[in-house]
C-alpha cells in the first residue's frame, strides 16, 4: 500500500523559509518520481517541483525557480522541499505525490495517481 505523508507547513513571514517532508511508505525513490504540488482554494494544482529522472535530477516551476529544492534521502524514503525566500504567493496547501516511473513533464499533476494529505503553508507579508 502507497502511502505519503507530509510535514512541516506552518505560518511564517515574508523572507522566512521552511522545509517540507513527505515520508513514502509502498514504493522505492529509486524507481518512483515524486513530485510536490500546491493549491490555493478556488484554484487549480500546480506542480511545484518534481524529480524528472531517477538520477535526482529535478525540474521546478518558474515562480519558485533558485528559492525552493527538493532533495530526496532513499534509505529513509522521504522527500524534502526546503522553500527559502517565501512571500505571500507561495502561500497555498503543499502536497506530494508518487507515480512509478519518471518522465520530463512531471509538472503535470495528472499524471501522478498517489497522493498525500497535504500540509498548509502561510506567509504572512
Known amino acids: 500500500q502507497v502511502q505519503l505523508v507530509e510535514s512541516g507547513g506552518e505560518s511564517v513571514q515574508a523572507g522566512g523559509s521552511l522545509r517540507l517532508s513527505c515520508v513514502v511508505s509502498?514504493?522505492?525513490?529509486?524507481?518512483?518520481?515524486i513530485g510536490w504540488f500546491r493549491q490555493v482554494p478556488g484554484k487549480e494544482r500546480v506542480g511545484v517541483s518534481c524529480?524528472?529522472?531517477?538520477?535526482?535530477?529535478?525540474v521546478y516551476a518558474a515562480s519558485v525557480k533558485g528559492r525552493f529544492t527538493m532533495s530526496r534521502d532513499k534509505p529513509n524514503p522521504t522527500v524534502y522541499l526546503q522553500m527559502n525566500d517565501l512571500n505571500a504567493e507561495d502561500t497555498a496547501i503543499y502536497t506530494c505525490?508518487?507515480?512509478?516511473?519518471?518522465?520530463?513533464?512531471?509538472?503535470?499533476?495528472?499524471?501522478?495517481?498517489?497522493w498525500g494529505q497535504g500540509t498548509q503553508v502561510a506567509v504572512a507579508s
Open positions: 509502498g514504493l522505492s525513490l529509486d524507481y518512483s518520481s
Open positions: 505525490a508518487a507515480q512509478e516511473h519518471f518522465n520530463t513533464h512531471c509538472l503535470n499533476p495528472d499524471s501522478f495517481p498517489f
Open positions: 524529480f524528472s529522472r531517477s538520477d535526482g535530477t529535478a
